[in-house]
Structures are given as C-alpha cells and as structure tokens.
C-alpha cells in the first residue's frame, strides 16, 4: 500500500453495485473505487465529487482506492468513538417524556370512563337531559329531585293501606342500586301480575335515604301540586 494521499474526480458510478472510477489528477488512468474505502462518509459519492484517497493493490495487482474520503463532506464519527454521556442524557429525558405522555393518557382514559358510567346512570332529571346517580344525589343532600329511569324487579312488598294505599317494590338499577317505589294506587292504577324479574320505567319524585332512595309520585298529580308522573310495565302506561 502507498501512504501517499491522490486527488482525484469521481469520473463514474454504480450506485446499485456500490462502486465507480475516479479519474486522477496524479496518475495516469482511472482508479478503481469501492463504497467501502469510503468510511464513515453520511451520503454516497455523486460523479463529479473531488475524492482523496490513497492506493492499494488486489489480488491481481490493480489498483484501487482505499481510505477515500470526499471533499467538502466531514466524516461520521464512529458509534464507539461518540462521546455517551449525551445521548444517555438525552435517552432518560426521552423515556421521562413517554412515561409522562403514558400516564397522561391513562388518566384521560380513566376520567371519560368514570364520566360516561355517571352518565349512564339510571336516575335522570328529565327535563334537564343529564343523568345523576345516587351519589350525586347523596352529596347534595337534596330530596324531592324529578327523576325517571329503569329497573328490574328483586323484591315485592305488601300493599301499604295507611291513608292512601300504596303499591310497593323495589327496583335494581343497573348500576347495582335499589330503589324503593311506593306508587299510590288510589289515585292510579295498579300493576297486576308484576312479577320478580320484570322490567318497569318509572317517573317520579326522588326521596335519599341509606337504603338507595324512595321514588313517589309516579301518577298525576290532581291538584297540580307536582309534576305528572308515571309507570310503564308491559307495554303499558300507569299513572
């Protein structure tokens, strides 16, 4: 191998099999060229690139180019030579960020679940659109709320014949709550044939209580005093 450095100009270029000529401005002919003689370079060499480089022989005595290097472009400092206490710096703060950017959209994930199974609560207030469940309700402390919902049939109390009679069960909302109804079958009809396990939509007037809240007044009011309510099981209508 010659120690000696040549210049010269990339004369041709196969960029598919990785090699080319260069034409020499210190020897007669072209030298062969290899990608590989052109180490650590970060682009390919283009026709008309001035390249340095020194000489070598193959196997069968041609010459070729070999730690070439083109002109104008700085050399890729080799992974192992690159200094690491930057990168690792670099790395922690990017792993830092994903983890944060993680929790982030866990917890926005959590809260829409949390606020679509509150919305989906069984009591709403009908003429506001929203829905609230018992523990809205249990916070404010607030009785005598407009409500309306469904629930399955878990349990079938004696008619309550005190004052005015009343028909009552209690409903299992699907989020688990149960809620007492106490339907005034003096001034609506009553549910015949209701049965454990049906299905009654009601409207009424919630009252809170540590057993899960009492519905009233799920029938017309007579004397306006409150807004009309209802029952409906079966397919029909009870108020």
Not at 155 to 162: A, F, G, Q, V
Request: aromatic content about 8%; charged content about 25%.
């Amino acid at each position: 191998m010659d120690n000696k450095t040549f210049k010269g100009r990339l004369k041709r270029w196969n960029k598919e099999k990785g090699f080319g000529f260069i034409s020499s401005e210190n020897e007669m002919g072209d030298i062969f060229i290899h990608i590989s003689a052109l180490k650590n370079m970060d682009r390919l060499p283009m026709v008309g690139d001035v390249i340095y480089y020194q000489v070598d022989y193959d196997k069968s005595g041609r010459k070729r180019a070999i730690n070439a290097k083109i002109e104008g472009v700085t050399p890729v400092q080799p992974r192992t030579q690159r200094k690491s206490a930057a990168p690792h710096k670099t790395n922690r703060w990017f792993v830092k960020l994903l983890i944060l950017v993680f929790l982030i959209a866990i917890g926005v994930f959590i809260y829409k679940k949390t606020t679509e199974e509150t919305n989906s609560s069984e009591i709403e207030k009908p003429l506001a659109s929203f829905t609230t469940g018992i523990q809205g309700v249990d916070n404010t402390g607030q009785n005598g709320l407009q409500v309306q919902g469904e629930g399955v049939v878990t349990k079938i109390l004696l008619d309550n014949p005190e004052d005015s009679k009343h028909q009552r069960f209690v409903l299992t909302l699907s989020s688990g709550q149960p809620l007492l109804v106490v339907h005034n079958i003096d001034l609506a009809l009553k549910i015949n044939g209701l049965s454990i396990g049906d299905t009654v939509r009601f409207q009424g007037e919630y009252e809170w209580n540590l057993e899960g809240g009492v519905v009233r007044w799920t029938h017309d009011d007579p004397d306006a005093r409150h807004i009309g309510g209802w029952l409906k099981h079966g397919g029909k209508v009870y108020r």
